[in-house]
């Protein structure tokens, strides 16, 4: 590479980025607009609501909508009519959509069965201007509560519930975001935490009652039997890293019922789409 080439060639890839950047927004504003059109109630999250709260903590590069189970058929339905690809590859949890190459997540649960989306998730919705269009957004709670089970090997969604909490601790519903962490509380307690250590100087942020709260249940659980089973419950925070514990160690899988919301069908159908699996 010459002098000249090695100078130009950061340019020419600045200026293909930015044009593929401009596309995607462009095709994600044709989606919100057929989105919008179909009728059907739907929220905006993902990369778009995070950047909404928090600023410019990382790039957006896909569209992730949530809608509620039910509403989910005649989604698709409009969808499709409209003339993209849609498919329902997980039916516990997730719906696809493509458009001109760009794929639209149409979310209705978890991976892990547990983060429903359900009436509450539209009764707190905010709303935002988003591609020059208005939008309501997933509120920051159930962000932050279908965000904290995310911690595979390829994918840890920690930092995004730090830069949350951070960004809108002061009007965040606190007694809410607990009710939907219900017995689920340590893994709530365990991103609480780390805030405190990933901003020592902030850990006022997080209101003194939660943590006292949540360490007193800590503290009376301690003091209790530990309960009948042989359950892993790490099944609900990665689909992969707990696999030798329900296959190999003879643990339950926290997942299934009646410890967890999901059938063996839907678990088998979510494990055997691990990439790499064979």
Known sequence: ????????SPGRSRRRTGRAVRQRRELHRRALGL?????????????YALRHYTGRVRGTSDMDVFVRRRDLPALMDALGAAGLDTDVPFPHWLGKARLDGECI????????GVAEVDDGWFAHAVPATVLEMDVVLSPPEEMIWSKAFVMERERYDGADISHLLRACHAWLDWERLLDRFGRHWRVLLSHLTLFGFIYPGERGSVPSAVMVELCRRLEQESREPAPDGHVCQ???LSREQYLADVTDWSYADGRLRPYGPMTPEEVARWTAAIPGRR
């Open 105 to 112: 997540d149409i979310i209705f649960s978890s991976g892990n």
């Open 234 to 236: 790490g099944t609900l």
């Open 1 to 8: 590479m010459t002098p000249v080439q090695a100078t130009r």
């Open 35 to 47: 989105l919008t059109g179909s009728g059907t109630p739907f929220l905006l999250g993902g990369g």
